[in-house]
């Protein structure tokens, strides 16, 4: 079955680094995806990782290691405006679909 | 650059009803989604599109029924509206390449009484 397992909330301090986990079991894979939400808002693309190793942009990083089905995003120098929801998505290789299946999200609340 | 937009952004209707939700892309991007978010689920995957004409189920197609007579639009219909259906909708769509995200609309709130 296609299972995408991500922690429900966590907290942390403004300035700090928090580390958000992801581990997937899907019957194929063809690359992960992070997205960001706001509350009431729209997801947007934060980064995305389809080879194992680190992909850095500015203050995020993700990293995949697709032997554990395994990835985190990494968030640096938190700011309140970090306080969001972070999905996880992977892609299925489906053929010629393009079709993303998404974790439940990771509710993140930044604290000054 | 308007992108991939949605309307309404909120609706109200009776179970029952016949509802239509809309989803504009200027992009030209060949494949288009429709997905729900509930909480406690994630988003859920409707239909989707890879091209127009061409539309396929996604993870939750019941009671639904979508279109793609031009590349740009991707309408959602729910027939016949019943509680359950009651969630958050998101339009998406994204490049035929492997490696492209997918970008979304902000959403309709649905909620049916």
């Known amino acids: 079955g296609q299972n995408i397992d991500q922690p429900t909330e966590m907290t942390a301090t403004e300035g700090a680094i928090v580390q958000i986990n992801c581990t997937y079991q899907?019957?194929?894979?063809?690359?992960l995806f992070w997205y960001q939400q706001h509350a009431g808002e729209a997801p947007t693309f934060l980064s995305y990782?389809?080879?194992?190793g680190l992909e850095e942009k500015g203050r995020f990083s993700s990293f995949l290691s697709r032997s554990k089905g395994y990835s985190y995003l990494l968030l640096k120098e938190l700011q309140m405006k970090d306080s969001a929801s972070y999905l996880c998505?992977?892609?299925?290789?489906?053929?010629?679909?393009?079709?993303?299946?998404f974790g439940t999200g990771t509710l993140l609340a930044v604290q000054p | 650059d308007a992108g991939i937009t949605q309307s309404p952004r909120y609706k109200i209707t009776e179970t029952g009803r016949q509802v239509t939700l809309m989803c504009h892309q200027t992009?030209?991007?060949?494949?288009m989604f429709w997905y729900r978010q509930d909480l406690g689920h994630g988003l859920r995957l409707i239909y989707y599109?890879?091209?127009?004409?061409?539309?396929d189920k996604g993870e939750v197609p019941d009671g639904y029924v979508v279109s793609r007579s031009k590349t740009e639009n991707f309408p959602l219909t729910l027939e016949s509206a019943t509680r359950s259906q009651t969630s958050v909708y998101f339009c998406?769509?994204?490049?035929?390449?492997?490696?492209?995200?997918?970008?979304f609309g902000d959403g309709t709130r649905l909620s049916i009484l």
């Open positions: 998406a769509s994204s490049e035929s390449t492997g490696d492209e995200p997918q970008h």
């Open positions: 899907t019957s194929g894979f063809n690359g």
């Open positions: 990782n389809v080879l194992d």
């Open positions: 998505a992977v892609r299925d290789y489906g053929g010629a679909t393009n079709k993303l299946i």
């Open positions: 992009w030209s991007h060949s494949y």
């Open positions: 599109s890879a091209a127009a004409d061409i539309t």
